[in-house]
């Protein structure tokens, strides 16, 4: 089935220690999206690639950064995590931008700082 | 800024029942869209239902409708004969409508966890 796809599903990183999240997606979707989810608290888009034009987030701080080296693939390299930066990272995809058009998550990636 | 707020924490019932999740929202636009999406345990977040704001009939999928008021800003999810599949995670969410196809991503608000009782 087309999907998108989240690995790893956990990851441990230490504080300070650079660790990349990935996502894959087999619906040939133009966006890809990367949110926060921390515990109890709302997603919080982090940035998004429409094709290859990136778009940051305001408030996205700079520790975060993303690469999408073609339509398929997207990662979320966190340069020095903090205990902060403990959560759930969501990808999602959709064929445009815009709310006519539906976006499909992926199961996430729960990160754990130690 | 947009902003969204669901206001139960956790709510449950029991299997069959009707339940209704608030969701309130604060915006200066005039145009956008509302969506209430689902996040069963340890699965990946689905779309339950859209509103496109410049349309005044509420949109139902099958058992679930929403009641949209713009005016309150306002956008509840009602579940009818709720079952046992409908426990999850339920977030509002809110986007900008933006015909040049500039909209970012979704506003979500911090969910409500639904529990449905046997």
């Given amino acids: 089935d087309a999907m998108v796809i989240q690995n790893p599903r956990y990851q441990v990183t230490q504080f300070g220690k650079p660790v990349t999240l990935s996502c894959s997606q087999t619906l040939n979707h133009n966006v890809m999206y990367w949110y926060q989810q921390k515990s109890s608290q709302a997603p919080k888009l982090l940035f998004h690639y429409y094709d290859k034009d990136f778009n940051n987030e305001a408030d996205t701080p700079d520790n975060f950064q993303s690469r999408r080296p073609n339509t398929s693939f997207c990662f979320l390299d966190i340069r020095s995590p903090g205990l902060g930066d403990a959560a759930m990272y969501l990808c999602a995809t959709s064929p445009s931008r815009g709310g006519f058009y539906e976006q499909y998550f992926g199961p996430g990636t729960r990160l754990t700082v130690t | ?118």
């Avoid at chain 2, 139960?8 to 509302?34: F, G, H, I, K, R």
């Avoid at chain 2, 779309?47 to 800003?73: G, M």
């Avoid at chain 2, 809110?94 to 015909?99: N, Q, T």
Wanted: charged residues 15%; negative net charge; contains cysteine.
């Fill in chain 2, 1 to 118: 800024a947009q902003t969204v707020t669901q206001s139960q924490p956790e709510m449950s019932v029991q299997e069959a029942e009707t339940v209704t999740l608030s969701c309130t929202y604060d915006t200066s636009e005039n145009n956008y869209y509302l969506f209430w999406y689902k996040q069963p345990p340890s699965r990946q977040m689905i779309l339950v239902i859209r509103q496109e704001a410049y349309k005044q009939q509420n949109a139902t999928e099958n058992r679930f409708s929403v009641n949209f008021q713009k005016a309150a800003k306002s956008f509840s999810l009602k579940i009818s004969d709720s079952q046992l599949g409908d426990t999850a995670m339920y977030f509002c969410a809110f986007m900008i409508w933006d015909s040049g196809g500039g909209a970012d991503g979704l506003t979500f608000g911090k969910g409500t966890h639904l529990i449905i009782q046997p």
